[in-house]
Nanobody, 122 residues
Framework: QVQLVESGGGLVQAGGSLRLSCADS????????VAWFRQAPGKEREFVQG????????YYADSVKGRFTISRDNAKNTVYLQMNSLKPEDTAVYYC???????????????WGQGTQVTVSS
C-alpha cells in the first residue's frame, strides 16, 4: 500500500528556492508513476511535474518549465521537486500523488499525500 508524506514546504521570497520531498512509508513507490500537483485558493488542482517509475521520463507544466525539476531515489522511496526562481504565483498547497502510469489529470490518481504549503512573497 502506498502511503505518501510530503515535506519541505515553507515561506520564501520571490526568486528563492525550495525542495519538496515525497516519501512513501509503504516502501512500494518504486513501482509507481509519481506526480506533483498544486492547488491555490479558489483554483482547481493542477499538474506540475511527473516522473516515471524508473526516472527515465519526466513531464512538466509549461508554467514551471526551466524552473522546477522532479527527480526520484527509489532506494529511499522518495521523489523530490526542486523549485528554483520561485514566483508569487507559485504559492499553493503542493501534493504528491501516485498511480501506475502517466496522467496529468488529478482525478486519475489513486494515492495522495496530505499536502505541504508553499508561500512565495513578493
Amino acid at each position: 500500500q502506498v502511503q505518501l508524506v510530503e515535506s519541505g514546504g515553507g515561506l520564501v521570497q520571490a526568486g528563492g528556492s525550495l525542495r519538496l520531498s515525497c516519501a512513501d512509508s509503504g516502501r512500494t513507490l518504486s513501482s509507481y508513476f509519481v506526480a506533483w500537483f498544486r492547488q491555490a485558493p479558489g483554483k482547481e488542482r493542477e499538474f506540475v511535474q511527473g516522473i516515471s517509475w524508473s526516472g527515465s521520463s519526466t513531464y512538466y507544466a509549461d508554467s514551471v518549465k526551466g524552473r522546477f525539476t522532479i527527480s526520484r531515489d527509489n532506494a529511499k522511496n522518495t521523489v523530490y521537486l526542486q523549485m528554483n526562481s520561485l514566483k508569487p504565483e507559485d504559492t499553493a498547497v503542493y501534493y504528491c500523488a501516485a498511480r501506475r502510469t502517466y496522467n496529468d489529470n488529478f482525478k486519475a490518481y489513486d494515492y495522495w499525500g496530505q499536502g505541504t504549503q508553499v508561500t512565495v512573497s513578493s
